[in-house]
């Protein structure tokens, strides 16, 4: 019996305050009056808005051409029935609004409007805001902490499911994600896109007829990141994982992101992908992405998995651990990792998020089998099923009626003590 003694991690992000770290003005970063000199005490930012949106470059290695580092899908693309797979020819439509796009030559390279060229992309127009406005709001419907509780997404048009209808990029070029922030760090409330549900809002997962609460393993108080998921990102059940021999757990992918703020539930934040943990959680490939919202102060420093030990030690270790132990006290055995828990780098982790948008996008085509998913989207073009706006209306008026929390259940604040074997 060896008693494992955990560090706490928690701590370790707070080295983003100590004496030892410096906060450089990244090159490029429109919005220096954030990063303030080293003169000038460093002070938290308010809270980011909600449709906040990236329209800065950051300080990430350069490219020509994105076709150098961006990963080649190792399994054969299934071709989607009429979607195009590189950016269109020039005054092609957006796929999303419609409006023609700026110049784009025939051989798939974009001209900006400055003359400025930009990286081939690969991907489908509705999977990147590089053309769409990204201005949503969340609608909380129901009783927190209750089963009647729902948050679903809008923009200015109407509803949107954050799963299929969010961008999967919010800078294709610097390789920025959108990330539907489910559960904010040190909270324990298991709240989830809801995958079978129209429109699929935020919901507290429920097992065996009883919301769920993520356990306190000491010395964690709950999730030690801000915890969520890539937007248009599956993973299928019905694919056997290379790298791990397992089946995906059905769901979007996941994301762990390590930045010191605090996010707010159902806020979509933008964020740099670090690298990837291969978590098998009953035997499902879960892949856990290790990202920080590109506007938090360590962010600069942080560009691919090795930084996260450097500034952050003993972070990644407490991340393992943590979801090595979490299901303990509900009853379950330890958790297990490909890699041997060894976290990959993000070169890797972006090739794995390829190939869960690949399986996203026969999924919401009607190529894969949905199961019992709910892959009805408002705003993707030839998805299989569409919901219209004044449906997707109705189903945000018929949620339940918005009412003071239901208060939780003081034994969610107890301490679980785990000893593995
Ligand atoms: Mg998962």
């Not at 080293?38 to 990236?54: D, E, K, T």
């Not at 089963?147 to 390789?175: C, M, Q, R």
């Not at 998921?229 to 019905?238: F, G, R, V």
Request: aromatic share 10%.
């Amino acid at each position: 019996m060896v008693v494992v003694i955990i560090m706490c991690a928690v701590l370790a992000s707070c080295g983003i305050v100590s004496n030892n770290v410096r906060f450089h003005s990244p090159k490029n970063f429109a919005s220096k009056s954030r990063f303030p000199s080293r003169s000038v005490p460093w002070r938290p930012p308010a809270a980011l808005p909600l449709n906040f949106r990236i329209t800065t470059k950051l300080d990430m290695p350069e490219k020509d051409s994105i076709e150098d580092s961006w990963p080649k899908n190792k399994l054969p693309r299934v071709a989607p029935p009429v979607a195009p797979r590189t950016v269109p020819a020039a005054n092609a439509p957006c796929a999303v609004c419609g409006q023609p796009l700026p110049g784009f030559d025939p051989n798939n390279y974009a001209v900006g409007s400055g003359g400025i060229k930009q990286p081939k992309v690969h991907v489908w127009l509705w999977s990147t805001s590089e053309y769409s406005n990204l201005s949503l709001t969340t609608v909380e419907k129901g009783i927190e902490y209750n089963t009647s509780y729902h948050v679903y997404y809008k923009n200015d048009d109407g509803p949107l499911s954050p799963w299929h209808d969010i961008p999967l990029f919010a800078n294709e070029g610097n390789k920025i994600f959108n990330m539907v922030v489910e559960i904010p760090r040190w909270t324990n409330a298991k709240m989830e896109i809801s995958t079978k549900d129209a429109l699929n809002p935020i919901k507290q997962d429920i097992k065996k007829g009883r919301l769920r609460y993520t356990a306190n393993v000491y010395p964690h108080h709950g999730y030690i990141w801000n915890y969520g998921a890539l937007p248009q990102t599956w993973e299928d059940p019905n694919h056997i994982d290379e790298a791990t021999g397992c089946k995906g757990d059905n769901d979007p992918i996941d994301v762990c992101e390590i930045g010191f703020r605090v996010a707010k539930r159902g806020e979509v934040i933008q964020v740099k992908i670090l690298g990837v943990v291969a978590l098998i959680d009953e035997g499902e490939t879960d892949w856990k992405l290790i990202a920080i919202d590109v506007n938090d102060p360590m962010a600069p420093q942080l560009s691919d998995i090795s930084d996260v030990e450097k500034y952050m030690p003993g972070y990644l270790k407490a991340t393992v651990e943590w979801f090595k132990i979490y299901k303990i006290p509900d009853g379950k055995p330890e958790n297990q990792f490909a890699f041997n828990g060894d976290a990959k780098e993000r070169d890797f982790a972006h090739k794995v998020i390829m190939e869960t948008h690949e399986a996203w996008q026969n999924l919401v085509l009607g190529i894969s089998d949905a199961g019992g998913l709910n892959i009805s989207s408002v705003v993707v073009p030839n998805a299989k099923f569409k919901i219209s706006v004044s449906d997707a209306e109705k189903i945000v008026d018929n949620a339940p009626e918005s009412g003071p929390p239901q208060p939780i259940d003081p034994k969610v604040d107890l301490w679980h003590y785990v000893t593995l074997k």
